[in-house]
């Protein structure tokens, strides 16, 4: 199973654009790229999944390089509610039942 | 209309207990999973069914029964409650066994005294 590795933490303001990269320097070919976000006291949300180049939804951005060694989640414009805790998964749709791996995630606060 | 429901949500209890987490998904999905996420945050799959079946038994204590009586329903029974289940476990459902976009519930937090 691909590790990720990404910030522990990252401050932001309101209003900005805020990029969450995580690397995957082992990623295997059937591999997908999964966020989540987590707020306190809840469980986590999926976010967006992709498997190459970008991937956009109404709430979020994934860009993945050619190689696909790494990948950035790109949050527009961040409110106070999108304080939370955002997890970078790695791992084949088809080939591990769904077993979902997270790693620490990356705490992101955003500061009015 | 809750997607993911757990109950208790709450559970404080003594150490040697035995006690019952329960877990039902409105969604129609064949898949629903056990989640435990530790005081450092860190969240980790323990059982997995498909349909009823068990399909993913990671290493976890024999004290913990997961039981699926139907597909809309998971629930996590725990013998001989120790200090260190204290913990957040969390419920999730997919629609399908191969689907990394999970639907999780709220969470129940489990403390032992």
């Known amino acids: 199973l691909a590790k990720t590795t990404q910030p522990i933490s990252m401050d932001s303001y309101e209003g900005q654009e805020v990029n969450i990269t995580c690397s995957h320097n082992n990623i295997a070919t059937n591999d997908y790229i999964t966020w989540y976000q987590q707020f306190p006291s809840q469980g986590p949300r999926f976010i967006i999944q992709g498997y190459k180049t970008k991937v956009t939804n109404e709430v979020a951005s994934l860009f993945i390089p050619a190689d696909r060694k790494s990948s950035t989640l790109s949050l527009p414009r961040v409110s106070l509610s999108d304080t939370a805790v955002y997890y970078c998964?790695?791992?084949?749709?088809?080939?591990?039942?769904?077993?979902?791996?997270f790693g620490q995630g990356t705490e992101l606060s955003v500061k009015p | 209309d809750t997607a993911v429901s757990q109950t208790p949500k709450y559970l404080v209890t003594q150490m040697g207990n035995d006690k019952s987490i329960k877990c039902e998904q409105n969604?129609?999905?064949?898949?629903m999973y056990w989640y435990k996420q530790d005081s450092k945050k860190f969240l980790k799959i323990m059982f997995s069914y498909n349909n009823k079946e068990l399909i993913i038994n990671e290493t976890v204590p024999n004290r913990f029964s997961p039981k699926s009586p139907d597909k809309a329903h998971l629930n996590l029974h725990i013998n001989s409650l120790e200090l260190g289940d204290s913990a957040v476990y969390f419920c999730a459902s997919s629609l399908r066994r191969a689907d990394n976009e999970q639907f999780f519930g709220p969470g129940t937090r489990l403390t032992v005294l």
């Open positions: 998964l790695v791992g084949g749709i088809y080939n591990q039942g769904g077993k979902l791996i």
């Open positions: 969604l129609g999905h064949d898949t």
